[in-house]
């Protein structure tokens, strides 16, 4: 089944989450072309309506979570699914803001936002006041030369404190900014990578169950994953290398539970070979080989995301197609195998890119 988007509109997928309070997924994408925000509401099998538009502005072109012309747009969400009017903050001229993430990082209760800035190399922070606005702008630079792309939080050094790790494609590195109990952050700690490598996703979990978090990339330069384990300091433990075709092209990973063993697994986008893949996790910090899943012929995925879209209580995937302007659904067993569900039209021209999940209510 195919569920057509606006013509033109090129768009990426922000979010997926509950956004009418009836227990199943929905869907937000951004519309670069026609600079609106589109909601499809879930029925909880696989299936969703017909997208409701709310403008972002004109020349806006939105590419995440309403990201537009050095700005991010934030939508409160009523009780229906309805959204209210765009409130618009700035993230600095020229900045190019990539990929919002939310944390309360001064625990005061209300959700903060940290973005990649790509265009002025540095991570901006905006805080959250209890009405849905923000205040002003805070920086931290990541590097001379750098352009970030994704950010994620977590504690990695088990203070009790919200931390920030970011990556970009350009410095052969990951940073860290370790945050303290005030809210702001330290200077960026590096992890270096080997030369080359271009990285735009980076995803945060507990791997190996010491009460640490470790993260994975995806190194798009070269036929390697990386894994890092971290032992609650820096520098981080040793990272596992998990091996793809050469040539592949990975630009998104995520990370959940595919089969039910207990062990994480690993999910990550093989663009130019038209299929997604995935690894296995078991004990001792060993995973499986690689598995892929076509996403059909030319397609070209770039982002994934997971989470359970037919209420079976088992892990699915949705996956972003640039070439062939759709998302496909691929449907999960608990086996760590996968079927596609339905693929939904983005858009003729619309060129999906990226893809986020989660549980705003």
């Known amino acids: 089944m195919i569920y057509a988007d ?13 956004f009418n309070n009836d ?9 670069w072309g026609d600079n609106s925000v589109s909601q499809i509401l879930g029925y909880g099998n696989g299936n969703y309506t017909q997208p ?7 020349g806006s072109h939105p590419v995440s979570a309403a990201v537009g012309i050095d700005s991010i ?19 600095g001229p020229s900045s190019s803001p990539q990929f919002p993430i939310a944390g309360d990082f001064n625990k005061d209760g209300q959700l903060d936002l940290a973005i990649a800035n790509y265009g002025t190399t540095n991570v901006g922070i905006l805080y959250g006041y209890n009405n849905g606005t923000f205040g002003n702008l805070y920086t931290y630079v990541t590097s001379i030369g750098s352009h970030p792309t994704n950010v994620q939080v977590g504690d990695f050094n088990n203070d009790q404190q919200l931390d920030i790790i970011v ?36 995803a945060v979990v507990d791997f ?49 539970h595919f089969s039910n063993d207990n062990y994480f697994a690993i999910a990550i986008t093989n663009s130019d070979m038209n299929n997604i893949g995935r690894f296995l996790g078991g004990r001792n910090r060993i995973f499986s080989n690689i598995t892929t899943f076509s996403t059909g012929n030319n397609s070209h ?31 999960g067993y608990g086996n760590g195998s996968f079927s596609m569900l339905k693929s939904y039209s983005t858009g003729d021209n619309s060129q999906p890119k990226s893809i986020v999940t989660g549980d705003f209510n």
């Open 52 to 58: 409701i538009i709310n403008s972002t502005g004109s």
């Open 167 to 202: 990556v970009d494609e350009v410095s052969n590195n990951v940073g860290i900014f370790f945050g303290y109990n005030d809210g702001t952050f330290t200077s960026i700690s590096l992890i270096s990578l080997s030369k080359g490598s271009v990285t735009y996703s980076v």
């Open 73 to 91: 747009g934030i939508f409160l969400v009523y009780g229906n699914g309805s959204f209210a009017e765009q409130l618009i903050f700035s993230t």
């Open 6 to 18: 606006v013509p033109s509109s090129h768009s990426w997928i922000v979010d997926v989450g509950d």
């Open 208 to 256: 190996n169950n010491d009460y640490c978090l470790d993260f994975t990339i995806a190194v798009y330069g070269d036929n390697t994953i990386g894994v890092f384990l971290a032992n609650g300091s820096m520098p981080f433990g040793g990272q596992t290398l998990l091996f793809v075709d050469k040539g592949s092209h990975r630009s998104s990973v995520a990370i959940s």
């Open 301 to 331: 995925p770039l982002s994934l995301a997971v989470s359970d879209f037919n209420n079976d209580s088992l892990t699915d995937i949705v996956v972003t197609n640039y070439n062939t302007n759709n998302i496909i659904i691929l449907i």
């Open 23 to 31: 227990n199943k997924l929905d869907i937000v994408l951004t519309n």
